[in-house]
């Protein structure tokens, strides 16, 4: 069965920092990779996925992430965090028929002016 | 080009009532899934649906809970007889056709259930 994991439930950084999220998966074969952000009191947008290809991702608003499968891992990367990007944020894994995502449990990212 | 369309948002029912969520997919989208969210924590899957049929119900709780997705019209999320635990945001998501291995789902922006 799938997992995702993402250690970090609570980080808070200031603002201009870089910042890093932290998602570690479980999955048999090639997983479809996706964070999504969470406004409060609002729906999920997606930042970015990962199918195949250039293991570097670069989504929206300046975010990106690298896939690493040696380490089950796709974290997530910003260079310089804005005021505005404090939310909580989610990684999922899709399954291979691409009709289930399954979600990590969330980062809530707090910034420090 | 309206996004995922989900009422109402704000949905509030005592013990034992029934509670219905509608969810439209984007334009142009025919598979429809539903994801709920309790407090604190992340989302997990129910139900996938496309017109008329259920594809994987395999996160469905068995009983008072059912889904549909009728040729004309928004999918229909149905909780009969709520109880407290039953309180939770529940998300719906849509997808295209087109990939449908590989195609992104994209987010309504819920509709929250409190059960007094």
């Known amino acids: 069965a799938q997992s995702v994991t993402q250690p970090d439930i609570h980080i808070t950084v200031s603002e201009g920092a870089s910042l890093e999220l932290r998602c570690n998966y479980s999955?048999?074969?090639?997983?479809?990779l996706f964070w999504y952000v969470q406004s409060p009191g609002q729906g999920l947008q997606l930042l970015l996925k990962?199918?195949?290809?250039?293991?570097l991702v670069q989504g929206i608003k300046g975010f990106e992430a690298e896939f690493k499968r040696s380490q089950s891992s796709f974290n997530l990367r910003k260079p310089s965090v804005h005021w505005s990007d404090a939310a909580e944020y989610f990684c999922a894994v899709g399954n291979n028929a691409g009709n289930m995502l399954t979600f990590g449990g969330g980062t809530r990212l707090m910034v420090k002016p | 080009n309206a996004g995922v369309m989900q009422n109402p948002r704000h949905l509030v029912r005592r013990r034992g009532q029934e509670a219905r969520l509608r969810c439209s997919p984007m334009k142009g989208h025919s598979h429809v899934y539903w994801y709920r969210q309790l407090p604190e924590e992340g989302l997990k899957f129910m139900v996938y649906?496309?017109?008329?049929?259920?594809?994987?119900e395999s996160g469905m709780p068995k009983e008072r809970f059912s889904a549909e997705f009728p040729k004309e019209g928004p999918s229909i999320l149905r909780i009969q007889q709520v109880v407290r635990g039953d309180s939770a945001a529940y998300f719906c998501a849509s997808s295209s056709p087109l990939a449908a291995f590989t195609d992104t789902q994209y987010f309504g922006p819920g509709t929250r259930l409190t059960v007094l």
């Open positions: 990962y199918f195949s290809g250039d293991t």
């Open positions: 999955y048999g074969a090639t997983p479809y």
């Open positions: 649906l496309q017109k008329e049929n259920i594809i994987d």
